[in-house]
């Protein structure tokens, strides 16, 4: 019995999820590790494939859907999957410090993984452009934010240089040790379902975690653990769609702001998923995202953020072309809490304030 094999057995019939050691230990065979590199983890992975009957619903003719939800890794997106591997292997070379320009959530994974391994996290964001729980988790896992009048683009052109010149190691996706790392959600994915899913769907930024997702799948089937390559379908902001416009946004604006990218720095590689897979590339509207951030929080008690709710929109916008009987896996990347101004602004709740407190107003808004 393989060591994963192992793991999973334990995993079903041990106290729940106590033995799960991160994915680094559960995949290390994939995984450009050695004996002689620091396993520096939160116990990421695992994450859970949960079928979404209400938005298969939607689709019908038999077509099967499940979510991806790697929201609930250990700071709340896939990130982590890419920064227990981009930090373990900097510290195995004596790195004493990292920088990042994010979005929000790679400043976060970058900056807890970091302050585990005792090292300097720099992290570059947009000014006024970061969701305020991804720079909350930022502030308290230590890591010394510079906020910058600029896009993501801008920032990641700076940190890029300042790699160059200064004793700091990059941890954006162009540091491929992230992206080695997040291949193992494709592994996730046909772990549980047995066999690749018919379409994998999943949002685009800087098009890192669709090309980590090919490389797993390819790597899974190569090796003849699934029988079938899913068709790779990577869905963007219309405000914010370079890789569906094959071109770059100057000034790149949507709800998403995970997403809100506007020169993909791995943009030949998603390419390069797109063709290799026969995929497709759509975009999709704010008011489209909204819908589908609706309809897993309100409908399947999931909650995502929005620029992961992108995958379902893209899905349920193409969802004739789903062929019948299909299954979909669609990614959700970051968990819900991340942003909670969009929560409180979006969202169709009975929210009723400023009741008086006796037990006949509380019966009389009930409808008692
Ligand atoms: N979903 C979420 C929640 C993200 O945070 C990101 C990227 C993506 C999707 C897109 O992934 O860039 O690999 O195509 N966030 C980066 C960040 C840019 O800084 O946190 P991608």
Redesign the pocket.
């Known amino acids: 019995m393989s060591l994963l094999q192992n793991l999973r057995r334990r995993l079903i019939t041990g106290p729940v999820m106590q033995d799960w050691p991160g994915l680094i230990e559960a995949y290390r065979g994939w995984l450009p590790v050695s004996d002689a590199t620091p396993v520096v983890t939160l116990h990421e992975g695992a994450t859970p494939l949960i079928p979404v009957p209400s938005v298969a619903e939607r689709i019908g003719r038999g077509v099967k859907v499940y979510v991806k939800y790697d929201g609930l890794n250990p700071t709340g ?1 896939f ?1 982590d999957r890419g920064m227990t591997m981009a930090i373990s292997k900097a510290k195995e070379v004596g790195c004493e410090a990292v920088i990042c ?7 976060a994974a970058a900056a807890a993984y970091a302050r585990r391994a005792g090292m300097r996290a720099f992290v570059l964001i947009p000014d006024g452009y970061v969701a305020q729980g991804k720079l909350a988790q930022a502030l308290v896992y230590g890591a010394e934010v510079l906020a910058i009048r600029g896009n ?1 683009d801008r920032a990641l052109d700076i940190v890029r240089e300042a790699a160059e010149s200064y004793p700091v190691t990059l941890v954006n ?1 162009v540091n491929p040790y992230r992206l080695q790392g997040q291949k193992t959600a494709a592994f996730e994915v046909i772990d549980a379902l047995g066999n690749a899913p018919d379409w994998l769907c999943i ?8 090309t980590a997702y090919w490389m797993g799948f390819q790597e899974y089937y190569q090796a003849g653990h699934s029988r079938t390559l899913p068709r790779m379908m990577g869905f963007q902001a219309s405000g914010s769609a370079p890789l569906v416009h094959n071109t770059t946004v100057e000034d790149p604006n949507t709800i998403a702001t ?2 809100r ?1 506007g020169n ?1 720095v791995n943009r030949d590689k998603a390419l390069a998923a797109r063709e290799g897979s026969n995929g497709a590339f759509l975009d999709v509207t704010d008011a489209e995202i909204i819908e589908a951030y609706k309809l897993l929080g309100g409908q399947e008690g999931i909650f995502c ?1 929005p ?2 709710a992108a995958s379902v929109a893209g899905l349920l916008k193409r969802s004739a072309e789903v062929p019948e009987g299909a299954t979909v896996v669609c990614v959700l ?2 968990n819900g809490l991340k942003d909670p101004d969009c929560a409180i602004n979006n969202n169709d709740a009975a929210f009723h304030t400023d009741l008086d407190p006796n037990l006949e107003t509380v019966a009389k808004v009930m409808g008692f």
Do not use: D, L, V, W
């Open positions: 997106s990130k320009a994010s979005t929000g959530n790679t400043s993501f996706s949002p685009m930024g800087n098009a890192g975690n669709i995970a997403i990218i993909p953020e620029a992961s990347t970051g």
